[in-house]
């Protein structure tokens, strides 16, 4: 079993920073790939970014690509994702999942609230 928490959501203006991070539970977790999704009001949840057992191996929704960057650091059972040049549609509820593929995604975490203001 794998729990996940996220953190560093936040209330941020457009063109803003913020990093999130997404600390696992559990072992293995270097076994884990990890990815973030993100939820906005009225719409339905969507992929963001994933990363696999080796920390170069990244891939990005389109919509994020060069803004977005996600990174993990197995000693700490943590993955991150860089958020940089906030938009207002950026705002959503961002989760971190963890699985053996991206196709397998068994754990989630309650996720953490990122607010763009214009």
């Known amino acids: 079993q794998v729990q996940l928490v996220e953190s560093g959501g936040g209330l941020v203006q457009a063109g803003g920073s913020l990093r999130l991070s997404c600390a696992a539970s559990?072992?293995?977790?270097?076994?884990?790939?990890m990815a973030w999704f993100r939820q906005a009001p009225g719409k339905e949840r969507e992929f963001v970014a994933a990363?696999?057992?080796?920390?170069?191996?990244?891939n990005y929704a389109d919509s994020v690509k060069g803004r977005f960057t996600i990174s993990r650091d197995n000693a700490k059972n943590t993955v991150y994702l860089q958020i940089n040049s906030l938009k207002a549609e950026d705002t959503a509820v961002y989760y971190c999942?963890?699985?053996?593929?991206?196709?397998?995604?068994?754990?989630w975490g309650q996720g953490t609230q990122v607010t763009v203001s214009s």
């Open positions: 999942a963890a699985g053996y593929g991206t196709s397998t995604l068994n754990w």
């Open positions: 559990g072992r293995n977790f270097i076994n884990y790939v």
């Open positions: 990363i696999g057992w080796v920390p170069s191996d990244t």
